[in-house]
């Protein structure tokens, strides 16, 4: 099974101000195709969960720019370039390459 | 619009089982996978397993593998998930989600709004 390794578990941040999350994968997420089968996900509280990012970099439909991915192989990563209070929630990274595994998940909240 | 439905909350006993069902609508039901995520009280997400609603295969997280069944009806566009020989950390809230494959979307973009299971004596 691959394993989903991210930090950190807690991130306070001051709005305004840039976050990141770091996602490792215990074997590489780039397939054949070119694509890395790694998607980041953003539970808000008391919400389903909703995607952010596919295939590594690929921003979803309706989500704002401020959010962006890279990385490739084993190491990822999300960033938001300003926090805004809406963004609090925990992301989770997932593996798609082979069946599907999350990351613990990375709690963010407004300083 | 595309949405997800799920039935209402289950309360169970151990041993027991359980049947969550995920009504799609919006959209062309045997076109795109459905998966199963469930989130145990304060925890976080685990994947449970998926279904193609066109073929019927299913695949299955390995520590469900045997106890967790998926299933679908065409015919009223609805994906159901069974799991048996229910225990107490089977508690947690029951997502279903579309997953998009196209070259436009990719990912779980579509979820449900959940369903609790509790197992409890």
């Known amino acids: 099974d691959i394993v989903m390794t991210q930090s950190p578990l807690s991130l306070p941040v001051t709005p305004g101000e840039p976050a990141s999350i770091s996602c490792r994968s215990s074997?590489?997420?780039?397939?054949?195709?070119?694509?890395?089968?790694l998607d980041w996900y953003l539970q808000k509280p008391g919400q389903s969960p909703q995607l952010l990012i596919s295939?590594?970099?690929n921003r979803a439909s309706g989500v704002p720019d401020r959010f962006s991915g890279s990385g490739s192989g084993t190491d990822f990563t999300l960033k938001i370039s300003r926090v805004e209070a809406e963004d609090v929630g925990v992301y989770y990274c997932?593996?798609?390459?082979?069946?599907?595994?999350f990351g613990q998940g990375t709690k963010l909240e407004i300083k | 619009q595309v949405q997800l439905v799920q039935s209402g909350a289950e309360v169970k006993k151990p041993g027991a089982s359980v049947k969550v069902s995920c009504k799609a609508s919006?959209?062309?039901?045997?076109?795109?996978?459905l998966h199963w995520v469930r989130q145990a009280p304060g925890q976080g997400l685990e994947w449970v397993g998926g279904?193609?609603?066109?073929?019927?295969?299913?695949q299955y997280a390995p520590n469900l593998q045997g106890r967790a069944s998926m299933t679908r009806d065409t015919s009223i566009n609805t994906a159901y998930m069974e799991l048996n020989s229910l225990r107490s950390d089977d508690t947690a809230m029951y997502y279903c989600?579309?997953?998009?494959?196209?070259?436009?979307?990719?990912?779980?973009?579509?979820w449900g709004q959940g369903t609790t299971v509790t197992v409890s004596s």
């Open positions: 074997q590489s997420l780039l397939y054949s195709d070119g694509h890395n089968y």
């Open positions: 919006g959209y062309p039901f045997t076109d795109y996978y």
């Open positions: 279904i193609h609603p066109k073929s019927g295969d299913p």
């Open positions: 989600a579309r997953y998009c494959v196209s070259a436009s979307c990719y990912g779980m973009d579509v």
């Open positions: 997932m593996q798609s390459l082979q069946t599907r595994t």
């Open positions: 295939l590594g970099s």
